[in-house]
């Protein structure tokens, strides 16, 4: 972290964008005081302005948090020993990412979500493999469940959900939500609003409600991602120096840092159902590739959802070691429009994940020229 903070703060120095640290608030629209560690303030002007002040992980009012035994995401970073067992709240990207890491630490883990399902926006083949995974490190999950109340107890805590179970744990982690970082910034005195949530409405140029002034990042909601928070700024920025701009890319790939991980881009085989988009399905599992072999992924999977009628991609779903990095194959691919055909016919490093590629674009293309030599 420490080399991380060292590159961009070189990198702002390079660029002569000066650091002001401390809490800002807004005077007036074009005004921002700045509160050091000495409740000092600054005052600076700007002709425009971006807001990125990020979220904070919600805390329900009916939890006490202590940071030790009952903790958010953020308590996480000042544990001092890997917890004998943990309750997770809520199986978000973040709660599940926690889950898995804890997991495979050797921690008892128990996930209670509310609802019957867990990250419904990815494809339900890959999810329903990261809960086998999950369920053989011991993850017990508890779907449809709602905590009623936590209490600490001297080992720990005991949580209590409305169905009358009693879970005990040494740590309760709870990851319901995060609530944009907008309660100090004296939005009104800019003009401007959050919603219930603290997050701020913006249009396609990431400007809000007042014209020379910006949102980006987690504090404007989905996707809520490092690298999609990076472009919304840059284009932010070059919108408000009237630099040519083309828009963020319809494409954004999506990446869960899980044990193994997750990454897709495009659309899901539900979300092609409901929009009665026909498609075709090329898997290829890593246990049959060299690379997978040799390294011991026996449970990674590629699958690429394929249009029968071009042969264009409609969607990525990557499951397995790698994944993140894999899925940028098929983000270039789908980019430039290209087909499954190109992926046929190219020629792939041996042995390399990447040609699940190859394997899965081949399997796509079997099942719809066996379709198309059925409809002669
Ligand atoms: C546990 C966790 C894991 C994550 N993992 C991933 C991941 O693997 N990959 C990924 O792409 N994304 C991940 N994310 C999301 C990613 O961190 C965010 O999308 C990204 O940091 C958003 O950038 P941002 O600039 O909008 O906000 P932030 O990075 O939150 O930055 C906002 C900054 O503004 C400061 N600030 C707030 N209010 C004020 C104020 N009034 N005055 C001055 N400063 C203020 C804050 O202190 C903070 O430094 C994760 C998030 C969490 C919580």
Redesign the pocket.
């Known amino acids: 972290m420490g080399r991380e903070i060292d590159v961009i703060r070189s990198q702002l120095a390079r660029n002569h964008v000066t650091v002001l640290t401390?809490?800002?608030?807004f005077l007036d629209p074009h005004t921002v005081g700045?509160v050091d560690e000495h409740e000092r303030e600054v005052k600076v002007t700007a002709e425009k302005i971006i807001i990125?002040?990020?979220?904070r992980?919600a805390r329900p009012d009916t939890v006490e948090f202590d940071d030790h035994t009952v903790i958010d995401?953020d308590g996480i970073l000042s544990m001092r020993e890997v917890p004998e067992s943990m309750v997770v709240v809520g199986a978000g990207?973040?709660g599940i990412?926690?889950a898995s890491m804890f997991a495979a630490l050797g921690t008892k883990v128990t996930v209670v979500e509310r609802r019957d399902r867990m990250l419904d926006f990815c494809d339900l083949e890959v999810v329903e493999a990261l809960k086998y995974h999950l369920r053989d490190l011991a993850v017990t999950f508890r779907f449809g469940e709602t905590v009623a109340a936590v209490q600490r107890r001297p080992k720990g805590a005991l949580t209590l959900l409305e169905s009358g179970k009693k879970i005990p744990a040494s740590t309760v982690m709870y990851s319901a939500g995060?609530h944009g970082?907008t309660g100090?910034?004296d939005l009104e005195a800019a003009g401007l609003t959050a919603d219930a949530r603290g997050r701020i409405q913006v249009d396609k140029d990431y400007r809000t409600e007042v014209p020379h002034i910006y949102a980006?990042?987690?504090?404007i909601g989905f996707p809520?991602?490092?690298?999609?928070?990076?472009e919304q700024?840059r284009i932010a920025a070059h919108h408000a120096c009237d630099e040519p701009l083309r828009g963020i890319h319809h494409l954004q790939p999506i990446?869960i840092?899980t044990i193994p991980e997750i990454s897709f881009i495009g659309r899901t085989e539900d979300e092609l159902t409901q929009q009665q988009v026909p498609f075709e399905v090329g898997v290829s599992r890593y246990r049959e590739l060299a690379r997978g072999q040799i390294i011991g992924d026996t449970y990674g999977m590629l699958k690429l959802l394929v249009s029968p009628e071009t042969r264009k991609l409609l969607g990525v779903h990557v499951f397995g070691t790698g994944a993140t990095e894999l899925l940028h194959i098929g983000q270039a691919v789908m980019g430039c429009e290209g087909t499954i055909d190109y992926l046929v016919d190219a020629v792939f490093n041996y042995p390399t994940l990447a040609e699940s590629y190859k394997v899965a674009a081949l399997d796509a293309m079997n099942k719809i020229r066996r379709v198309e030599r059925w409809e002669l």
């Open positions: 401390g809490t800002g608030r700045v990125a002040t990020g979220t992980p995401s990207v973040i990412e926690y995060r970082m100090e910034l980006v990042g987690d504090v809520s991602l490092a690298a999609t928070s990076m700024g990446g840092y």
